[in-house]
């Protein structure tokens, strides 16, 4: 049986979700220290887009493309909604509406996962 992608695609997006939360913990956890600049990671649309996906060849008259290497989710220092006047640029409203996209996301991963993995089992009982 040939690999599926979806299921590699949505274990490579609940990875860069998880790295995303990390980010996000370690700017809230730093939220009171002098100088500290908030990071953000890469977003996902990006890293895919750096991500190309091989076709398979089924007749010889295909052409024969290989995939690339998945490029590594890029932390970077994000664009500052406020900074105090100790230097720290981390804003709580901020991280907090990120952490909340981040628990959507990871939910509706989860949910397609599972709408897969149902339609598969249904496909393999009949």
Do not use: C
């Amino acid at each position: 049986m040939d690999p599926i992608h979806l299921f590699d695609l949505a274990a490579k997006q609940a990875r860069w979700l998880s790295r995303s939360q990390a980010t996000i913990a370690g700017n809230v956890s730093n939220a009171n220290t002098p100088g500290y600049h908030a990071q953000t990671v890469q977003p996902f649309a990006e890293v895919l887009d750096q991500t190309q996906l091989g076709l398979l060849s089924t007749n010889v008259n295909h052409l024969n493309l290989t995939p690339a290497e998945q490029q590594a989710v890029a932390v970077k220092d994000q664009d500052p909604w406020e900074t105090t006047d100790s230097g720290n640029t981390v804003s709580l409203e901020n991280e907090l509406i990120k952490a909340g996209d981040v628990q959507h996301d990871f939910a509706m991963n989860t949910n397609i996962v599972k709408a897969f993995h149902n339609m598969l089992m249904q496909s393999v009982k009949t």
